[in-house]
């Protein structure tokens, strides 16, 4: 188990060359806007975070990280746990950060001292009256993500990159059709979903939230280490 974070290290290390330049982008991104306009364009930090996962499987097909493994003494179960520990742990980041920076733009109110057309001063303020939707939107980004990329790293290594592609598309492709299914069946309706999503903005949920999406990765990174190991046999 010690193993396990010098591997995490090692990812990290991997994508930053990608992940750092896109993290930074979208943080200056979003936070100027955050702080100004609305608490929700923090969410872009996700799609930043996201880069330190996507550039993983290319970089490491490039330069024969497989068998770089099979030199080192580390046990292949410990290479795919700390890989899905490592998207839990990308996310958590993202998700703290967004939650913190939402505090603080809610604390500032940098927008009072800026002098805006009364149609979108309005608006700002609507955006900035509480931080329940951007609490939500947090919760539920946060645990979407760790189950999609922990089901495409799943994917991937028990499939190959080779097919990776063809999952992703197949996955969207899923998205956008119980996306569409659900707006025609509630399209004479003023709510996005014909039931209520629950709220997620008290501590003990977003512990709750946290909790689970740990428990998604690892049961991925589970069942990947599973499937790998009777395929070595």
């Known amino acids: 188990m010690k193993e396990i974070p010098k591997i995490m290290k090692f990812d990290f290390i991997t994508a930053s060359s ?19 306009l609305s608490p929700l364009t923090f969410l872009f930090i996700f799609l930043g975070s996201s880069f330190f ?4 499987a290319p970089t490491a097909e490039k330069n024969n990280f497989n068998k770089l493994y ?13 890989r899905f520990l490592y998207i839990f742990l990308l996310f958590f980041t993202a ?12 604390s500032l109110n940098l927008w009072s001292y800026i002098n805006f057309e009364n149609s979108i001063k309005q608006k700002i303020i609507v955006a900035f ?4 939707l951007t609490v939500n939107l947090t919760e539920y980004i946060f645990l979407g993500f760790c189950l999609i990329f922990s089901y495409l790293e799943m ?6 990159l080779e097919n990776l592609a063809k999952i992703l598309l197949i996955t969207i492709t899923i998205i956008v059709g119980i996306i569409a299914i659900v707006s025609i069946i509630n399209a004479k309706n003023d709510n996005l ?22 428990i998604i990765c690892l049961l991925f990174g589970e069942i990947t280490k599973c499937s790998l190991v009777k395929r070595e046999l």
Do not use: H
Request: aromatic content about 10%.
């Open 18 to 36: 990608y992940g750092i330049p896109a993290i930074i982008a979208f943080f200056l991104l979003s936070v100027p806007f955050g702080m100004i």
């Open 53 to 56: 996962i996507f550039s993983l």
């Open 70 to 82: 099979g030199v080192l003494p580390i046990q292949r179960k410990n290479i795919t746990r700390a």
């Open 95 to 106: 998700e703290i950060a967004v939650l913190l920076l939402t505090k603080i733009s809610f």
């Open 129 to 132: 009256e509480s931080t329940d």
């Open 155 to 160: 994917a991937e290594q028990i499939g190959g």
């Open 193 to 214: 979903f014909p039931f209520n999503l629950p709220e997620l903005t008290s501590l003990p949920k977003i512990i709750a939230v946290n909790i689970i999406a740990l």
